[in-house]
C-alpha cells in the first residue's frame, strides 16, 4: 500500500532530564553536586523509515542513562563542555543525524528561572 505523503524527517525529544553535575567556574561551585536541567532534540535521517522496530529509531531510555552517569562522573568548568559530551553519547547511536542539546541551572540568579546554554551538533560526513 503506498502512502500520500512522505515523512523528511523523525525527532526523539528528552525534556527536563534532571541529573546532577560537578560543573561550575569556580573551584568551590564545583566541589559540591547540583542538579542541571538537560533538554536533548535528536534528528533522525531522513530516509529511515518506521518499520516497528527499536533499531530504526533511538531509544531515550538509555540515553538519559547515560547522559545521567556522563554528568556524575567527572567535574566540568563550562556547561557547554558537558553538552558537548552528551552529545558526543547521542552520536553513538548510528540514527541521530543531529543533537541539539540544552544544559540549564535552575535558580542560578535572582529572579531568574534558569540559566544556560543550547548546542546543535551536527554528524559530519554522513552515518
Given at each position: 500500500?503506498?502512502?500520500?505523503?512522505?515523512c523528511?524527517?523523525?525527532?526523539v525529544?528528552?525534556?527536563?532530564?534532571?541529573?546532577?553535575?560537578?560543573?561550575?567556574?569556580?573551584?568551590?561551585?564545583?566541589?559540591?553536586?547540583?542538579?542541571?536541567?538537560?533538554?536533548?532534540?535528536?534528528?533522525?535521517?531522513?530516509?529511515?523509515?518506521?518499520?516497528?522496530?527499536?533499531?530504526?529509531?533511538?531509544?531515550?531510555?538509555?540515553?538519559?542513562?547515560?547522559?545521567?552517569?556522563?554528568?556524575?562522573?567527572?567535574?566540568?568548568?563550562?556547561?557547554?563542555?558537558l553538552?558537548?559530551?552528551?552529545?558526543?553519547?547521542?552520536?553513538?547511536?548510528?540514527?541521530?543525524?543531529?543533537a541539539?542539546?540544552?544544559?540549564?541551572?535552575?535558580?542560578?540568579?535572582?529572579?531568574s528561572?534558569?540559566?544556560?546554554?543550547?548546542?546543535?551538533?551536527i554528524?559530519?560526513?554522513?552515518?
Amino acid at each position: 500500500m503506498q502512502t500520500a505523503y512522505l515523512c523528511t524527517g523523525t525527532s526523539v525529544h528528552i525534556e527536563g532530564l534532571i541529573v546532577s553535575a560537578y560543573v561550575g567556574w569556580g573551584t568551590k561551585e564545583r566541589s559540591h553536586s547540583q542538579n542541571v536541567r538537560i533538554d536533548i532534540l535528536l534528528e533522525l535521517d531522513e530516509a529511515s523509515t518506521l518499520d516497528e522496530r527499536l533499531q530504526s529509531t533511538v531509544d531515550y531510555v538509555p540515553v538519559a542513562e547515560a547522559v545521567r552517569l556522563l554528568a556524575a562522573t567527572k567535574r566540568r568548568r563550562l556547561i557547554e563542555t558537558l553538552a558537548e559530551e552528551i552529545a558526543e553519547t547521542c552520536f553513538r547511536n548510528a540514527n541521530t543525524q543531529r543533537a541539539t542539546v540544552s544544559v540549564r541551572k535552575p535558580q542560578k540568579l535572582p529572579n531568574s528561572d534558569a540559566v544556560g546554554i543550547t548546542r546543535t551538533f551536527i554528524r559530519k560526513g554522513g552515518a
